[in-house]
């Protein structure tokens, strides 16, 4: 798997391209905008989208994806939990921010159920804490994971929400996540890559 990072959004959300270099098959994870040159560099590289994955409900990981559905017509993931955040323009804080914005056409996803997408298979790991229905992507075969806003480099997700938990976060990080092999590579929401070896050691907030 090759993973590709770009930077989107109004508040730096990275929105990431998991693509199978063999069929240019890819799946986008986190669509927070759809700018031209990330579209652009979708149609040079002749990358065939099957799917969007979610990492949670918050408006600066899903304010793409009408672009995206514009040129794609591929189906939207979520973990069934964030369905209210999806639809409430209040709790996925795009009223805050934007004039508001939700999603009404997601397909909801179960803890531990699996997607069969690009050859890859992602498994939906429940993460909740910074939403009530936050969740992971991990590829088994190629030692990733898709952490969205659970957990960070040296940090992990926000929990001054509504439908925020600490509690639930620190025990979704170190009772999930930290089961997975040292090696697991993490691409997170914000901010730079890190391994679930080097967040067990250095992580100051689990």
């Given at each position: 798997?090759?993973?590709?990072?770009?930077?989107?959004?109004?508040?730096?959300?990275?929105?990431?391209?998991?693509?199978?270099?063999e069929t240019k098959q890819a799946v986008v994870?986190?669509?927070?905008?759809?700018p031209s040159y990330l579209m652009n560099h979708?149609?040079?590289?002749?990358?065939?989208?099957?799917?969007?994955?979610?990492?949670?409900?918050?408006?600066?990981?899903?304010?793409?994806?009408?672009?995206?559905?514009?040129?794609?017509?591929?189906?939207?993931?979520?973990?069934?939990?964030?369905?209210?955040?999806?639809?409430?323009?209040?709790?996925?804080?795009?009223?805050?921010?934007?004039?508001?914005?939700?999603?009404?056409?997601?397909?909801?996803?179960?803890?531990?159920?699996?997607?069969?997408?690009?050859?890859?298979?992602?498994?939906?790991?429940?993460?909740?804490?910074?939403?009530?229905?936050?969740?992971?992507?991990?590829?088994?075969?190629?030692?990733?994971?898709?952490?969205?806003?659970?957990?960070?480099?040296?940090?992990?997700?926000?929990?001054?929400?509504?439908?925020?938990?600490?509690?639930?976060?620190?025990?979704?990080?170190?009772?999930?996540?930290?089961?997975?092999?040292?090696?697991?590579?993490?691409?997170?929401?914000?901010?730079?890559?890190?391994?679930?070896?080097?967040?067990?050691?250095?992580?100051?907030?689990?």
């Amino acid at each position: 798997m090759k993973v590709e990072k770009f930077v989107t959004g109004i508040i730096s959300t990275n929105c990431y391209l998991a693509v199978n270099e063999e069929t240019k098959q890819a799946v986008v994870i986190d669509p927070a905008a759809c700018p031209s040159y990330l579209m652009n560099h979708i149609k040079s590289e002749e990358l065939k989208i099957e799917a969007l994955l979610l990492t949670h409900g918050h408006f600066d990981h899903i304010m793409g994806i009408d672009g995206f559905l514009k040129e794609f017509d591929v189906p939207v993931y979520v973990h069934e939990d964030d369905e209210e955040c999806m639809n409430n323009s209040r709790l996925n804080q795009s009223a805050t921010y934007t004039a508001g914005y939700t999603f009404c056409k997601a397909q909801y996803l179960k803890d531990r159920q699996t997607l069969e997408l690009a050859g890859y298979t992602f498994e939906v790991i429940h993460t909740p804490g910074h939403t009530r229905g936050g969740c992971c992507y991990y590829v088994e075969s190629d030692n990733v994971l898709f952490s969205g806003d659970t957990l960070f480099q040296n940090s992990i997700g926000r929990t001054d929400f509504s439908n925020s938990s600490m509690s639930d976060l620190v025990h979704s990080v170190k009772d999930k996540l930290f089961l997975l092999p040292d090696e697991t590579m993490v691409y997170p929401g914000h901010m730079g890559e890190t391994t679930i070896g080097h967040e067990k050691e250095y992580n100051p907030y689990v």
